[in-house]
């Protein structure tokens, strides 16, 4: 519970380190070992993931928003083609 509570901002890590220092310090290096371990590498790969999911959802709205502008586009042009072709009355283009 402890460890949960030192990497998740919980409890000051500083705390827990002076107990087991007074233990034995090879256990309060195992323990900053832990917390630099914790925080550095594996918070910063879940934070990496999160921030690469948000990345590929922005990427396919962008895709979209293109994909929408250029259907409304074809409509308008296919539109316009209609009223030329309505006003042409004569055939002579």
Known sequence: YTLFLTITGGLNWG??????????AAMAVLFAIYIAFSVLCV????????VENAN???KLDADNMIMEELATRDKWVKDMEQVFANADVN???
């Open 43 to 50: 918070l910063n790969i879940v934070t990496g993931v999160f």
């Open 56 to 58: 590929q959802i922005t």
């Open 91 to 93: 055939g002579c283009g």
């Open 15 to 24: 705390e827990p380190c002076a107990l087991l220092m007074e233990i034995h």
